[in-house]
């Protein structure tokens, strides 16, 4: 189900958001397009990130420098969130944390 395929215009359709939207969010690189036979199609995996999106820029009026700047935020927080998980794995050696 991962790997399924959606097709753009169907879901700006039922979700009420604009195509450009769609096209804003590859040209910034926040997702990924895939084209075959002419049809444009999200990744069923890449669901989550459009939604939060479209809810960023539709509900919340943040622009879509902003969505970029809390895209990056996001990913740094949750790079520092491994690390330091994989330190306190590593400071259990010298005792309970």
């Not at 049809?39 to 969505?67: A, K, T, W």
Request: charged share 30%; with cysteine; glycine share 6%.
């Amino acid at each position: 189900m991962q790997n399924e395929l959606i097709i753009v215009s169907e879901y700006c359709n039922k979700c009420h958001i604009e195509p450009t939207f769609i096209d804003r969010l590859q040209e910034g690189g926040l997702i990924d397009i895939q084209t075959e036979n002419g049809e444009r199609f999200l990744l069923f995996s890449q669901l989550p990130d459009v939604e939060r999106y479209s809810r960023m820029y539709y509900d919340l009026s943040i622009n879509m420098e902003g969505i970029d700047a809390i895209h990056h935020l996001l990913e740094r927080m949750e790079e520092m969130q491994k690390e330091i998980h994989s330190l306190r794995s590593r400071l259990k050696v010298f005792g309970d944390f």
